[in-house]
């Protein structure tokens, strides 16, 4: 956001520093101290209105009195020196500060036109024939005022969000020591800490429970409305609040690497970031800096040169310079922008690129990938099949636990689980080797084993054994020992309660949702059958999802990708929006231009309607921003002066004032709706 758009010191890009809350002054408080400053400007300006006013003949004469007397214009040249000094000096310095940086915009245009208004007034005073302006001059300076610190107070409710989010994060935490607990400042912890939760506090670090169980409340910061149970060894996330247990964690790092304080970076990132919207406004804004300056300049030159009063012209082009402030233009994305990627992030939506962002209302395909998306990714083994008599089925799942153990793979979790049910010894593997999507090889107790994908049997032309069944949901691995097929395990995976209304409401908004998947083609059919989608991609490899993305575009489609971030990352890249899930803890998921820290197939849907509406904000923001102006500056240039209508400055000012604040309350009515 170019600051020629904002007023003096409202630079959005400056607007929050997250990190800074708890180290010198935050920008908050600066915002704060700024709304301060206007608001005693603005009170001053006010008690001196009141004598220049009475002191101005155009107003003793509308009021039908005459108390001029010897001097009285100085003492009017005095107070309304002081206003424009006073209650001037933000807008002034602001010019400076544009013309240094050779962007005029709004600053620089009123003050140009309060310079215009107390030059021509001053001259009077000396000994120009005319009437001053003084009167016009201190209150359009009033109206100036009062008009930013409305605003600035609307922008930093805005801004407030992710204030919000960065008080999550509690000032102290308690250290456990040998031999006593002490309190320690949340910035001064590093990892391998022990920190101590009581009940109904806020985490202070991102780690590990060593001991006790609670319930925690992670709303803030995953948008999962339900306390999640916690004990021992699971994450917890520096913010999140403590139920009624109490535990001790173990530091997994130093706050200002904690979870909590790369959202914050992130949303900073995100509000600072420009996308084609953005990019728009402010080229409409520095249009209409020029607009304002040739229309001025040309209504000044027009009543003058027929025939006009020199003070009629100079009040006309002050009117017309202050209508066409792009104020409202300037403001009405980076406030839309600085709500919803605030909001996203509360919401466990983190938006990290924009313009993929705002181009939501554009999808007409999401393709998702199935395993812990649409379906809870929880595998558990269903049944363990032996087609070698010497074989027991425990042996066959403890040798291929074996393999397992060093992937991170939802199959590999669900025959682990398995084999710590059945309470077997899982023995060491040696030189290790992933198949790529196609399974694991590695030596156990001598003997080679493989555990592979059905599509790996096809390829190296080796039968299923006629006693196969496994019913359309399940996957089945098979383990190889020494080439030979020994047994398979097939794992059954659960469909997420919520994906079938995910899926609805998309269809409802003309949104196809794909299937995409390395799983075998009955189980992917199955899914998609049961969910309603519009169509399935099974037994895909993950440097062939890339090409099915690609292939869909051809088609004309604008794809959005849902994957785990991981092994998705070329897909996700390819993708038009690429949509990390289930990356919550890897806010780094790189290639992705939005994570959703649930894998919850409505947060797909919360993220296209949200897009949406913060789009339809955004336009409707800019369409009154310069739509006011289409209708104002006509007026105040005096197009009806025959009809006897004509706009002073300082309804000029309270137009332009007007339409800012509806710009700024008009963001701040975006909200998030998640079904």
Not at 94 to 108: C, H, I, N, T
Not at 131 to 145: A, K, P, V
Not at 341 to 348: F, I, N, V
Request: net charge neutral; hydrophobic share 45%.
């Amino acid at each position: 956001m170019e600051k020629n758009n904002m007023h003096e010191g409202m630079d959005h890009s400056k607007m929050h520093k997250g990190h800074d809350s708890h180290v010198g002054m935050s920008e908050h408080d600066h915002h704060a101290m700024m709304i301060a400053d206007f608001k005693k400007r603005f009170y001053v300006v006010l008690v001196l209105t009141i004598p220049i006013m009475l002191l101005s003949a155009m107003i003793q004469h509308f009021i039908g009195v005459n108390w001029q007397f010897n001097g009285s214009s100085y003492i009017l040249f005095a107070l309304s020196s002081v206003v424009f000094i006073y209650g001037g000096w933000p807008f002034l310095t602001g010019l400076a500060d544009e013309v240094k940086r050779k962007s005029p915009g709004m600053m620089f245009l009123i003050g140009f036109a309060i310079t215009v208004a107390y030059s021509y007034s001053v001259a009077i005073v000396f000994g120009l024939k005319g009437m001053d302006f003084f009167w016009e001059l201190t209150t359009l300076i009033l109206i100036m005022l009062l008009g930013h610190w409305i605003e600035m107070r609307s922008v930093m409710g805005a801004s407030n969000e992710l204030e919000l989010l960065v008080q999550l994060m509690p000032a102290d935490a308690h250290m456990v020591m040998p031999d006593t607990v002490h309190d320690v400042k949340t910035d001064t912890l590093k990892e391998k800490d022990i920190i101590l939760v009581k009940p109904g506090e806020k985490v202070a670090a991102d780690g590990i429970i060593l001991e006790g169980e609670s319930y925690l409340n992670e709303s803030m910061l995953t948008g999962e409305s339900k306390p999640v149970l916690k004990g021992k060894g699971d994450k917890v996330i520096a913010g999140s609040i403590n139920g009624n247990g109490s535990f001790k964690v173990t530091v997994s790092h130093a706050a200002k690497d904690s979870y909590l304080s790369q959202v914050v970076k992130l949303v900073d990132d995100a509000q600072k970031s420009k996308s084609q919207t953005q990019l728009l406004a402010d080229t409409a804004a520095k249009w209409l800096t020029i607009i304002a300056l040739v229309t001025g300049i040309g209504t000044f030159l027009y009543w003058y040169l027929t025939g006009q009063t020199l003070a009629f012209a100079m009040e006309r082009m002050v009117t017309v310079i202050v209508i066409c402030c792009p104020h409202a233009l300037g403001l009405a994305v980076p406030l839309v922008v600085a709500k919803s990627t605030a909001l996203s992030a509360k919401h466990g939506l983190l938006i990290k690129n924009r313009t993929a962002f705002e181009n939501a209302r554009k999808i007409t395909t999401i393709v998702f990938d199935k395993t812990g998306t649409l379906t809870v990714g929880k595998f558990e083994v269903s049944k363990v099949i032996s087609l070698n008599k010497d074989i027991k089925e425990n042996e066959l799942i403890r040798l291929a636990s074996a393999l397992e153990q060093n992937s991170e793979h939802p199959i590999a979790t669900g025959i682990l689980q398995k084999v710590k049910e059945l309470k077997l010894a899982i023995p060491p593997a040696e030189n290790f080797k992933a198949i790529t999507g196609k399974g694991v090889k590695a030596t156990v107790e001598g003997k080679k084993l493989l555990v592979v994908s059905p599509g790996y049997l096809k390829e190296n032309m080796l039968t299923l054994p006629d006693s196969f069944s496994a019913n359309d949901t399940e996957t089945v691995v098979f383990v190889l020992i020494n080439k030979e097929l020994a047994g398979y395990i097939a794992l059954s995976d659960e469909i997420r309660p919520e994906s079938a209304e995910a899926i609805k409401i998309l269809q409802a908004e003309n949104i196809k949702s794909i299937l995409l998947t390395g799983d075998n083609t009955k189980v992917a059919a199955s899914v998609s059958k049961t969910l309603g989608m519009d169509n399935f991609i099974a037994e895909v490899l993950p440097h062939q999802k890339l090409e099915k993305i690609k292939e869909l575009q051809s088609k004309g489609e604008f794809v959005a990708m849902t994957g785990d971030g991981v092994n998705d990352a070329p897909a996700l890249a390819q993708a038009d929006i690429g949509i990390a899930v289930g990356s919550g803890s890897d806010i780094a998921a790189e290639t992705a231009g939005i994570v959703l820290v649930n894998s919850n197939p409505k947060d797909v849907v919360s993220l296209v309607l949200f897009g949406k509406a913060t789009y339809q904000k955004m336009i409707q923001n800019l369409i009154w921003a310069t739509g006011y102006n289409v209708v104002a500056l006509p007026l105040a240039a005096g197009v009806l002066f025959n009809q006897g209508i004509l706009l002073s400055p300082a309804a000029g000012a309270v137009l332009m004032t007007v339409s800012t604040v509806v710009v700024a309350v008009n963001a701040g009515l975006l909200k998030l709706k998640l079904n």
